[in-house]
């Protein structure tokens, strides 16, 4: 590309004009999310029951919510967090195991503030001291997956009972409350990414580093808060399987940055930064949800939700990028 | 001087012309290069150097005219054909594999194979035989990393030469060597020229080119303006042939009151770019910061700004000392930089016009953390009419814009955080005449209402008409102050080119 071009590209459509592309990547994810819902309900009749749905986003409402701290780090360039399974693991051993120390309301505080500090311990060596994401991650999740394997031996965690517990895993006007912190998070951290100069400096970091150290955008606290605020988002949803399922393992997040990762992709975040949005992800979560459920009600071996999984995943980025080339955006 | 080879035409490139939009950098430009010679090509930065060889690398397409390598016409060429042809480069920056050894790195590309594996005794002796060819002493096992910079650069000759080139272009080569580094590669490329090699030879350095040249082309506006025997000219002739042109865009010069300093700088520096700098920018005063590339002008921008801080010195600010040690800190004492490359440290290309407009005060801009979208749009709208931005559409994303257009975004920017002082590295660069002119109506501005503006641009012409002032820097120091009535380009010229101490 020269430097000078007098006679500027279209380039992706401004703001107000609606072209078949603008339409179609608007309209993507939603229209995904009702071709799978009719399919569903061709498959099985019991698909299309407001319990089935229910219990369909309940199963993915606490990874949904790891998936929403990737997409603030995929915003800002940070590429993923690969230790969200240790934060997880951390946050719900911590939960439980601290419950009859300090009582469970303090236990489940105390549990999202160490997956925290995981995030924090990311957050310095990523966005001040500047090593590469995924090896950070990496290997803080291996560090600290081992801690939490050293700190039961291998063991369960079980949850004494408490109405705190039994609240969390409970529904709250029919919807459970894990549906209800996976909707009021994202709203929340809608409104961060979109509205905030927080969030704009996720864009503007992931977009162009140096264009934003030399526009006085603070680049290493905004990597950085990426991942605390991942690690912090990895510990509530420890806290919600434990308090939920009534106990923890080390391995309870196992799978989970990959989950994460699926769900920012699918709704159209780019990886590489500088684009994205909260809803999309939401979006994303949404989809992986009822293609389990199909998996589930067609009566696939679990082991297939891979399978469909990666094809779609793999399908969506392919399409994607050959739209982008062809508008000529790339 | 003259050996006993064959003194034919190596290079003929005749009536070549180039435009890009926007811009004729190349126009009918004739060049003749002999066999064994030095050729030198001196211009300003701007003059058509870097376009003419990247014709000859292949890289571009002249619009027009011919080009013929030892006698035979050439059509349109690729890199690797002009490779193929015996054109070789050496450019400024080295094109070396770090944890290669000197060996590898040197035949890179085309390794002798014994079967399916790389014969490494072959590589070996031909990079020996090739070094030996140079007369340099390097270990050809030794990691390209661990050589010194002057070595690397032997090695990216040797690696030239082991393709028999009939030709080969130096691209500023001893912008990043010591003295003794040059002797060195002086010998190389004497020894190039005994072996009938045609050498191009491109630098700012006019000593260099009255030492090591046999004949030296000048190239102004993409013309080239004569072709002379290196022994029959002085410096001085050539820097009035490199500037020698009557001004044909007029910068409008606003006669304004001076005030109290804003900016003063005494004694900056920073290890290895710049030492010992000192300046000052009064209220309503453009001072121009001049000298070639490499002088270090973008480095003290880049050090007052705090992008790349200053190590020793002192930077005030309307005479309260300050310290800046970021952007961020730059920004709060009131200092704002325009940077040199707009591509990489000047915009976002995906966000849209407006965002790029308040990422400096977009914390600024808020109620209860919250971005007041409606206020946001208002500001930037009515500043980019201000600022003839065009098309005036500010949601749509800053790089589909042409570079004029972005470079008044960026601009922009900084003025809306309200800086006293604003520093300006090349605000004109690869920008068409009608934003040009908008970029020097707003910098006018900008100065009326009290600001001070340091501004550095490779254009003479430019720091002439615009600046009340201009200081200039060779190698990292500042050599010459030299007031409105008697700077010409001449004299900012001789300064630059290490001709003048102060």
């Known amino acids: 590309m ?29 229209l995904a999310i009702v071709a799978l819902m009719v399919l569903g309900s061709f498959v099985s009749p019991s698909f299309l029951t407001a319990r089935n749905l229910v219990n369909i986003l309940n199963a993915y409402s606490a990874v949904g919510l790891a998936a929403i701290g990737s997409t603030f780090v995929a915003v800002c360039g940070g590429l993923a967090d690969l230790s969200i399974p240790a934060n997880v693991a951390m946050g719900a051993l911590v939960a439980l195991g601290a419950q009859t120390l300090v009582g469970p309301v303090a236990a489940a505080l105390l549990g999202i503030l160490v997956a925290s500090l995981g995030g924090l311990v990311n957050g310095v060596l990523i966005g001040y001291v500047r090593i590469n994401p995924i090896i950070v991650t990496l290997g803080s999740g291996f560090l600290l997956l081992g801690l939490s394997q050293l700190l ?27 549906v209800w912190t996976f909707f009021v998070v994202a709203l929340i951290l809608h409104i961060v990414l979109s509205r905030t100069p927080f969030g704009r400096w996720n864009f503007a970091v992931g ?22 605020l991942t690690g912090l988002l990895s510990g509530m949803c420890g806290v919600l399987i434990a308090l939920s399922i009534g106990q923890a393992r080390p391995i309870i997040g196992a799978g989970y940055e990959f989950v994460a990762i699926s769900a920012v992709v699918l709704g159209g975040t780019s990886l590489f930064g500088g684009r994205g949005s909260i809803l999309r992800t939401v979006g994303g979560v949404i989809i992986l949800a009822l293609i389990s459920n199909l998996i589930v009600l067609i009566g696939l071996p679990t082991p297939s939700t891979g399978l469909a999984t990666g094809t779609i995943i793999l399908l969506v980025v392919a399409v994607d990028a050959y739209l982008r080339r062809r508008t000529g955006a790339e | 001087m003259v050996q006993d080879v064959d003194h034919g035409i190596a290079l003929q490139m005749s009536a070549i012309s180039k435009s890009f939009p926007g811009v004729k950098a190349l126009d009918g430009v004739n060049l003749t290069v002999r066999k064994g010679e030095v050729h030198a090509i001196v211009g300003e930065n701007g003059a058509g150097k870097s376009t003419l060889m990247k014709i000859l690398a292949g890289f571009y397409h002249p619009d027009r005219g011919s080009i013929e390598v030892m006698g035979t016409p050439i059509g349109v060429m690729n890199p690797r054909e002009a490779r193929d042809l015996g054109i070789g480069m050496i450019y400024q920056e080295l094109n070396l594999v770090p944890d290669l050894t000197v060996a590898e790195n040197i035949s890179l590309g085309a390794m002798p194979r014994r079967g399916p594996f790389v014969d490494y005794r072959s590589l070996a002796a031909n990079a020996k035989a090739v070094l030996k060819e140079l007369d340099a002493d390097i270990d050809v096992g030794t990691r390209v990393g661990n050589l010194s910079l002057s070595q690397q650069q032997l090695v990216e000759i040797a690696k030239v030469v082991s393709r028999n080139p ?20 002086f010998n190389v490329i004497k020894r190039m020229r005994e072996s009938g090699i045609a050498i191009l030879y491109i630098s700012h350095r006019l000593q260099e080119v009255m030492e090591i040249g046999d004949r030296v082309t000048v190239l102004r506006d993409g013309s080239n303006i004569e072709t002379r025997d290196v022994a029959g000219i002085t410096p001085d002739e050539m820097v009035r042939l490199m500037v020698g042109r009557d001004l044909t865009e007029m910068f409008p010069k606003l006669d304004l009151s001076i005030g109290d300093p804003v900016l003063s700088v005494t004694s ?27 002088s270090g002008r973008t480095e003290v921008a880049r050090a007052i700004f705090g992008l790349d801080p200053a190590e020793s010195g002192e930077i005030r600010v309307r005479g309260k000392a300050v310290r800046i040690r970021s952007p961020r800190e730059g920004v709060s004492a009131g200092i704002a930089l325009v940077p040199e490359d707009r591509k990489r440290e000047g915009i976002v290309p995906d966000l849209p016009v407006r965002e790029n407009f308040t990422l400096p005060l ?74 040009k002119a908008d970029i020097h109506r707003i910098i006018g501005e900008f100065a009326e209402s009290g600001g001070a503006v340091l501004m550095i641009s490779s254009e003479l012409s430019e720091l002439l008409a615009v600046c009340d002032r201009i200081f200039v820097l060779h190698e990292g120091s500042m050599v010459a102050e030299i007031p409105r009535q008697s700077a010409t380009e001449e004299s900012v010229m001789r300064a630059a080119t290490g001709q003048v101490y102060a």
Not at chain 2, 167 to 182: A, M, N, R
Not at chain 2, 268 to 294: K, M, N, S, W, Y
Not at chain 2, 391 to 420: C, D, H, Y
Request: charge should be neutral; avoid cysteine.
């Open chain 2, 166 to 185: 009939s030709i080969v272009v130096f691209d500023e080569p001893t912008s990043s060597l010591g003295d003794k580094e040059t002797r060195i590669l």
């Open chain 2, 362 to 435: 977009i914390g600024r801009i808020t109620r209860f953390f919250l971005i007041l979208a409606g206020r946001e749009r208002a500001t930037v709208q009515a500043f980019a009419d201000r600022l003839n931005l065009n098309p005036p559409r500010i949601e749509r994303p800053m790089g589909t814009f042409s570079g004029g257009n972005q470079q008044k975004v960026v601009l922009g920017k900084w003025l809306l955080a309200k800086p006293e002082v604003l520093i300006l590295d090349e605000p004109t660069r690869g920008v068409d005449v009608g934003a």
């Open chain 2, 268 to 294: 900056l520096g920073r290890a290895h770019q710049f030492e010992d700098i000192t300046l000052d920018v009064r209220a309503g005063e453009i001072v121009g910061l001049a000298g070639l590339v490499g």
């Open chain 1, 152 to 178: 039961v031996g291998g063991g369960i965690v079980y949850s004494e009972p408490s109405a705190f517990g039994s609240f969390v895993a409970g529904n709250l006007l029919g919807v459970p409350v894990a």
């Open chain 1, 207 to 228: 977009g162009n580093y140096e264009a934003s150290a030399a526009s006085a955008v603070p680049v290493r606290f905004t990597r950085a808060a990426a991942f605390v």
């Open chain 1, 2 to 30: 020269s430097l000078v071009k007098s006679d500027p590209n279209p380039g992706p459509a401004p703001a107000g004009t609606l072209t078949a592309g603008s339409v179609l990547s608007v309209l993507s994810i939603p």
